[in-house]
């Protein structure tokens, strides 16, 4: 074992510090450092793809894992729009026809998804509004393909609200001040001198 002399002076942050403290440290801190990244795992969750940080919010399947999943991914698009994306590790790719069916026996949206150039599969074309806010406040909703390899079909919505509203939180198109309106008060004769408020020269005159 290293003296705890030795110790503290390879570890200055602990020094002061018990051994069998400074080194229960060291180790959880070995341990949250070699744990893997979060990637397409069940459940709801910020999205893992490269550059996609906090504009999308991925919910997967139970028992998804990196090597083998099915998603739905609700993103914020570079025009501001938002997308639903199908993002599955099935071979033959996503796009297509499903079938998105909310809890048992509940709503069922006939959908086509579109390859595009996204880091997810394809999107869903046409209008998403009644799956987003089913995908909000349901409890389950199923994917499934219409044609192709199957999957697992299931994904809880449980936690889908607040990370889908973390991930929409800024995705809203830049305004530009608004116009004028036309009812700003003109100068009188517009020959205000240095001082001048605005009419008062053309009045006095």
């Known amino acids: 074992m290293v003296p705890p002399a030795r110790a503290e002076r390879w570890i200055p942050a602990f020094a002061g510090m018990t051994s069998w403290m400074g080194w229960a440290l060291v180790?959880?801190?070995?341990?949250?450092?070699?744990?893997?990244?979060?990637?397409q795992e069940a459940g709801w969750h910020y999205s893992p793809l490269p550059g996609e940080g906090d504009r999308a919010a991925l919910g997967c399947t139970y028992g998804s894992t990196p090597e083998a999943f099915a998603c739905l991914a609700v993103r914020c698009e570079d025009d501001f729009s938002v997308g639903v994306h199908i993002h599955t590790s099935r071979e033959g790719g996503d796009a297509g026809r499903w079938v998105l069916e909310f809890d048992?026996?509940?709503?069922?949206?006939?959908?086509?998804?579109?390859?595009?150039?996204?880091?997810?599969?394809?999107?869903?074309g046409g209008d998403v509004a009644p799956i987003i806010a089913l995908l909000k406040n349901a409890g389950l909703v199923y994917v499934d393909p219409q044609a192709g390899a199957s999957i697992d079909r299931a994904i809880s919505l449980s936690g889908s609200l607040h990370a889908i509203n973390q991930a929409l939180y800024f995705c809203a198109p830049r305004v530009n001040p608004p116009a004028p309106s036309g009812d700003e008060v003109a100068p009188v004769d517009r020959q205000d001198g240095a001082g001048d408020e605005a009419g008062q020269r053309g009045a006095e005159e």
């Open 104 to 124: 048992k026996e509940g709503e069922r949206f006939p959908v086509t998804a579109v390859a595009d150039g996204s880091p997810y599969h394809a999107r869903i």
């Open 27 to 39: 180790a959880a801190t070995s341990i949250m450092l070699t744990a893997p990244a979060l990637a």
